[in-house]
Antibody
Framework: EVQLVQSGAEVKKPGESLKISCKGS????????IAWVRQMPGKGLEWMGI????????RYSPSFQGQVTISADKSINTAYLQWNSLRASDTAMYYC????????????WGQGTLVTVSS | SYELTQPPSVSVSPGQTASIACSGN??????ASWYRQKPGQSPILVIY???KRPSGIPERFSGSKSGNTATLTVSETQAMDEADYYC?????????FGGGTKLTVL
């Protein structure tokens, strides 16, 4: 069974750093892309970027380029989303999702990680 | 920048058919996918490559496309279908989501 299991909810202060994770299982982790998707409270889905864990090829949405870092450790089937300096506006639910090669859909999603940034 | 446009809300009576449109420039040249998200849950894929249904998705869910508009149709709508629905397409190596449509089953 394909599963994407994300790390737990986080509460941080503005200016703090954070790294959340997404662990894949039930499939060959290195042959699918992992995407990160933001959902701000009461809002829609926003694609942040993707990584191909086999070679760490990474693409970012222009809206998120320079704001976050996406990485992966294929030895432990885990992808990461990282912030160096959080802002209150980063408060959101963050989902990871898997997709295949090319213009494939996001066929499996993680359970989401709620990040709350508040002073 | 490329955008996908959906109506904010659609209402339907139980047992009737609901249609949710998604329009975008040159969407006719791209594949559209659709996701359902119930409150407090992660999105799930319900339609991909415009018309295909993943295993486990009821036949009541269907997709179509005409020109630059993709449409998700939910037949014999049930209360359990009430959710937010998002279309999605790729613009080059960038994925885009529509703004979402809240389907209300009255």
């Amino acid at each position: 069974e394909v599963q994407l299991v994300q790390s737990g909810a986080e509460v941080k202060k503005p200016g703090e750093s954070l790294k959340i994770s997404c662990k894949g299982s039930g499939y060959t982790f290195t042959t699918y892309w992992i995407a990160w998707v933001r959902q701000m409270p009461g809002k829609g889905l926003e694609w942040m970027g993707i990584i191909y864990p086999d070679d760490s090829d990474t693409r970012y949405s222009p809206s998120f380029q320079g704001q976050v870092t996406i990485s992966a450790d294929k030895s432990i089937n885990t992808a990461y989303l990282q912030w160096n300096s959080l802002r209150a506006s980063d408060t959101a639910m963050y989902y990871c999702a898997r997709h295949g090669a090319g213009y494939a859909p996001f066929d499996y999603w993680g359970q989401g990680t709620l990040v709350t940034v508040s002073s | 920048s490329y955008e996908l446009t959906q109506p904010p809300s659609v209402s339907v009576s139980p047992g009737q058919t609901a249609s949710i449109a998604c329009s975008g420039n040159k969407l006719g040249d791209k594949y559209a996918s659709w996701y359902r998200q119930k409150p407090g849950q992660s999105p799930i894929l319900v339609i991909y490559q415009d018309t295909k249904r993943p295993s486990g998705i009821p036949e009541r869910f269907s997709g179509s496309k005409s020109g630059n508009t993709a449409t998700l149709t939910v037949s014999e709508t049930q209360a359990m279908d009430e959710a937010d629905y998002y279309c999605q397409a790729w613009d080059g190596s960038t994925a885009l989501f529509g703004g979402g449509t809240k389907l209300t089953v009255l």
